[in-house]
C-alpha cells in the first residue's frame, strides 16, 4: 500500500458539488492500494498513519502524533498512486482490482477509526474534488514495502 499523508488544518471532499468528508486539524491521505497488498499492509500502513509523530508540541518540534494533537483522518482512496509512468501515458496495472482494493481500503478506514479516530472519506471510484489547506506543509509518502 502507498500512502500520501498531509498534515492539514482543514481538509474536505466533494462528490457533484456535495461535502461527502470533512476535517479540521490532522491528516488528508490519499490511499493506493496494489494488487499484492493484503491485509498485513493494511495494519502496517493503519499503524504508520496513527502513529506518525509530525504535529508541533508546545517547543515547536514535531513531536505530537495524530492522537496528542487532536486530530482527524480523512482518506480518499487514490489508484494512480500505483501509476506506471514509463510511457508518457500511465498504465495502472499494478493497482488493485476494486474487489481487492474496496475491503482493504475500507480495513484501514475501520483499523483508524478503531482506535478512537474520527475518519471520513471519500467514495471509491467516483469522480472527487478533493481541498485542503496543507499545515506546514508537511507531507509524508509512506510505502509498505519499505516500512
Not at 458539488?17 to 493503519?46: H, N, Y
Not at 498513519?49 to 482512496?77: H, Q
Not at 482493504?104 to 475518519?119: N, S, T
Amino acid at each position: 500500500m502507498r500512502a500520501v499523508v498531509t498534515r492539514v488544518s482543514s481538509a474536505s471532499v466533494r462528490i457533484n458539488g456535495e461535502t461527502v468528508g470533512k476535517i479540521g486539524k490532522g491528516f488528508l491521505v490519499l490511499l493506493g492500494v496494489s494488487r499484492d497488498d493484503t491485509m498485513a499492509q493494511a495494519e502496517k500502513i493503519a499503524d504508520k498513519i496513527c502513529g506518525l509523530r509530525v504535529f508541533e508540541d508546545d517547543a515547536g518540534k514535531m513531536n505530537l502524533n495524530l492522537e496528542a494533537a487532536g486530530g482527524e483522518l480523512l482518506i480518499v482512496s487514490q489508484f494512480t498512486l500505483y501509476a506506471d509512468c514509463k510511457s508518457r501515458r500511465p498504465g495502472f496495472s499494478y493497482a488493485a482490482r476494486p474487489d481487492t482494493a474496496i475491503p482493504l481500503y475500507e480495513a484501514v478506514m475501520k483499523l483508524c477509526a478503531d482506535r478512537g479516530f474520527k475518519v471520513e472519506h471519500g467514495e471509491f471510484g467516483a469522480e472527487m474534488m478533493v481541498e485542503s489547506i496543507n499545515d506546514g506543509p508537511v507531507t509524508i509518502i509512506l510505502d509498505t514495502d519499505v516500512l
